[in-house]
T-cell receptor, first 115, second 111 residues
Framework: GAGVSQSPRYKVAKRGQDVALRCDPI?????LFWYQQALGQGPEFLTY????????KSGLPSDRFFAERPEGSVSTLKIQRTQQEDSAVYLC?????????????FGEGSRLTVL | DQQVKQNSPSLSVQEGRISILNCDYT??????FLWYKKYPAEGPTFLIS?????DKNEDGRFTVFLNKSAKHLSLHIVPSQPGDSAVYFC??????????FGQGTRLTINP
């Protein structure tokens, strides 16, 4: 597709369940980012990949959060043993190296609700 | 430590008038700032940016001003149109690639 694609768009999980969120970046985009956006807040950085290498994971809130991009294209954000505070919209973004600094292309997000 | 702060959660402007969205920042060195726009149920989209070596950057109806002494930037939209109604986020680049966003300002353009 033409844009960044995320699935599922909506996910409801019971507390303690594991969830996996998928991101399909724009073809050819080297950089991939995950952000978490809580209600009424701006997006907060979680992690960054360049190709398959995870160069920065400083924003992951706990060791329950794990991200991978094994072939340098599709990425998965996994949250283990979900807690209510994990409820948020998870945004994936990609960019190409020749683009301007910080100019990211965001997907529509995956809204996670933990009951 | 909130590095980028948008103090107005909402702003209402009449169509055709100027909209001014504000953002304050801390810990300034060489910096690069961006504005993103977000419609409901969509991801943010890049709008305009400015490097700290400049004071102003203009793109059509959108102009961003940077006041380094006040550590303040603003986005001006003129004339405002109904399609401009959205949430606007200012952001700065931290390190090589990470964006730090403000809390956002919801802009409503009234006909």
């Amino acid at each position: 597709g033409a844009g960044v694609s995320q699935s599922p768009r909506y996910k409801v999980a019971k507390r303690g369940q594991d969830v996996a969120l998928r991101c399909d970046p724009i073809s050819g985009h080297v950089s991939l980012f995950w952000y978490q956006q809580a209600l009424g807040q701006g997006p907060e950085f979680l992690t960054y990949f360049q190709n398959e290498a995870q160069l920065d994971k400083s924003g992951l809130p706990s060791d329950r959060f794990f991200a991978e991009r094994p072939e340098g294209s599709v990425s998965t954000l996994k949250i283990q043993r979900t807690q209510q505070e994990d409820s948020a919209v998870y945004l994936c973004a990609s960019s190409y190296l020749a683009g301007g600094p910080g100019e990211l292309f965001f997907g529509e997000g995956s809204r996670l609700t933990v009951l | 430590d909130q590095q980028v702060k948008q103090n107005s959660p909402s702003l209402s402007v009449q169509e055709g008038r100027i909209s001014i969205l504000n953002c304050d920042y801390t810990n300034s060195m060489f910096d690069y700032f961006l504005w993103y726009k977000k419609y409901p149920a969509e991801g943010p989209t890049f709008l305009i940016s400015i490097s700290s070596i400049k004071d102003k950057n203009e793109d059509g109806r959108f102009t961003v001003f940077l006041n380094k002494s006040a550590k303040h930037l603003s986005l001006h939209i003129v004339p405002s149109q109904p399609g401009d109604s959205a949430v606007y986020f200012c952001a700065r680049i931290q390190g090589a690639q990470k964006l730090v966003f403000g809390q956002g300002t919801r802009l409503t353009i009234n006909p």
